[in-house]
């Protein structure tokens, strides 16, 4: 439970959050796994998919954790670092958000290069409920979403659903529940016989605000 990880033979590596007792919420455990799993990506992997057990990608921190202000301060800088190590892979990464993509969740999906979401997603900010500050999941979509746009999602805490956040440009393709698959088949098969250095170019433009996926 908490992280699964399986890279097949075309080179695709699948990193799966699976935690069904907390909506897939990604723990300083999980946070910090999967910081060293994407440490150890190598030569031989070609795409990175990120995505979340059964029917939610993540619902954000772990609950059970927030109460202690250090486990905050751990949790964003774990983010943070994550979002580093996802800006410096030279290979590109898919987000499978196959459910509600909360907080630290929605903060990964923002930081991915192409995000294929199921129609059903819904996006959103809790910690704006909680009084704290979204610092991480805020520095991951200010490359992605308008700014006004961004501020009105962080100041009113409201949730947003898979088309809106498509508009903003936060999410590439949507696609029902049971076309996902096929959906992110179709787009990491694209990135298969794509040419990696014009990826890694595109990938710089876009995570430096140059211009949107």
């Known amino acids: 439970m908490g992280l699964g990880s399986d890279q097949d033979a075309r080179g695709v590596l699948t990193l799966t959050f699976d935690d069904p007792r907390t909506r897939n919420a990604l723990s300083l455990d999980v946070l910090s796994n999967l910081l060293d799993r994407l440490y150890l990506v190598g030569g031989d992997c070609r795409v990175v998919v ?87 999941a805020i520095a991951a979509c200010r490359r992605r979403v308008p700014e006004g746009a961004l501020l009105d999602l962080f100041l009113s805490g409201r949730q947003f659903d898979a088309a809106e956040a498509a508009s903003f440009g936060l999410v590439a393709h949507t696609a029902p529940p ?17 040419d990696r250095a014009a990826i890694a170019a595109t990938r710089r433009l876009i995570r430096g605000g140059l211009i949107r996926s």
């Open 50 to 136: 990120l995505t979340g057990a059964g029917t939610t990608f993540s619902s954000g921190a772990d609950r059970g954790e927030i109460a202690d202000p250090a486990n905050i301060e751990r949790a964003g800088k774990l983010v943070l670092d994550l979002l580093a190590r996802l800006d410096s892979l030279e290979v590109p990464v898919v987000a499978r958000v196959n459910g509600a993509a909360f907080g630290s969740g929605l903060a990964l999906v923002a930081a991915a290069d192409i995000a294929v979401a199921a129609d059903g997603a819904r996006f959103g900010f809790p910690e704006v409920r909680f009084g704290m500050v979204a610092e991480p």
């Open 178 to 194: 049971e076309l996902l698959d096929g959906a992110v088949e179709s787009v990491v098969a694209d990135l298969l016989i794509g």
